[in-house]
């Protein structure tokens, strides 16, 4: 048992050097490539687009709810709760006007041809 728990711990000390390195090639890349849009480098076809992400303020999404227990199913400003709120009629779109900033966030895509 031993044995599984240190390959475990090596394991997890592997991935997570190779987060902190691919996070890093990242944003070299998204830097090097973020005006161009898409582009072809050998055998690779990179391409960045961008996704619009909502950050909430929790206080002012808190004060923003027309019931207080709303904020018990949240608990926290977790926007996929909120979209789920939302497609469920339990909250309207008008509600969280002015509770968040929109934030355009690169997302990078490499493929192999």
């Not at 990242?26 to 992400?53: C, F, M, N, P, W």
């Not at 303020?57 to 227990?69: A, V």
């Not at 909120?82 to 997302?107: C, D, F, M, R, W």
């Amino acid at each position: 048992m031993e044995q599984q728990v240190a390959r475990y711990y090596e394991l997890k000390e592997l991935q997570k050097q190779l987060e902190d390195e691919l996070n890093e090639l990242r944003s070299k890349l998204i830097d090097a490539y973020a005006g161009v849009g898409s582009a072809e480098e050998g055998d690779y076809k990179l391409s960045i687009s961008y996704q619009d992400r909502r950050e909430f303020n929790d206080e002012k999404l808190y004060n923003s709810l027309p019931d207080p227990s709303l904020w018990r199913l949240m608990s926290r400003a977790d926007t996929g709760k909120i979209t789920s709120l939302l497609k469920l009629n339990v909250i309207h779109e008008q509600i969280l006007a002015g509770t968040y900033e929109q934030k355009k966030v690169p997302v990078l895509r490499v493929q192999k041809r």
